[in-house]
């Protein structure tokens, strides 16, 4: 009789287990499977207004946010090679119109001119940061990066990684519509 029971117990604790790591599993999968897919956005912010520098003998003063509703900055560097697969695209944003802003992280000067030389330069101004403190401010984590900031100079959303036309269009290009300009 006690060895019946001893079965009973093992055979109910066996199936309480199965059932709680069933359970466990359900609500992991249903998570996984709920989840948002939302772009790498960053917390909403203000662009750092610290002096920077201009890859281009521009002055820094003409790097103003109010001349369009909304702008893209572009993060990309002469030595990334996701850059160099992502600047065809960039380059036909800045043909369509799109105000596309370059930062140019950690490179030199020589170095980044060339590759706009090679390769075309989309960007309305670009901003030159050797050694990364301007882009640490921004909240880079690497390169390619891209941003969209406001008018204002408020950053609305950030997309870590190559910026490619799905993400353009699913998280970018609405802002970009002809009733938001």
């Not at 069933?22 to 709920?34: A, D, E, H, P, S």
């Amino acid at each position: 009789m006690r060895e019946k029971g001893e079965n009973l117990l093992k055979t109910s604790s066996f199936k309480l287990f199965v059932v709680v790591v069933i359970t466990i599993l359900t609500l992991i999968l249903f998570g996984l499977m709920n989840q948002k897919k939302l772009p790498n956005n960053s917390v909403v912010k203000q662009f750092p207004t610290r002096s920077f520098l201009m890859l281009d003998q521009r002055d820094p003063q003409q790097a103003d946010w109010s001349a369009h509703p909304y702008h893209i900055v572009n993060v990309w560097a002469s030595w990334c090679g996701i850059c160099i697969e992502e600047h065809p695209f960039i380059n036909q944003l800045s043909s369509e119109g799109i105000p596309v802003v370059g930062l140019n992280y950690r490179d030199s000067k020589q170095q980044a001119r060339r590759y706009l030389s090679q390769r075309g330069d989309p960007y309305i101004w670009t901003i030159f940061d050797p050694k990364g403190d301007f882009s640490i401010d921004l909240g880079v984590l690497g390169t390619p990066e891209s941003y969209l900031v406001d008018s204002k100079g408020k950053i609305v959303l950030k997309h870590t990684g190559r910026l490619t036309r799905k993400v353009w269009l699913s998280h970018f290009k609405p802002y970009f519509n002809s009733d938001k300009s």
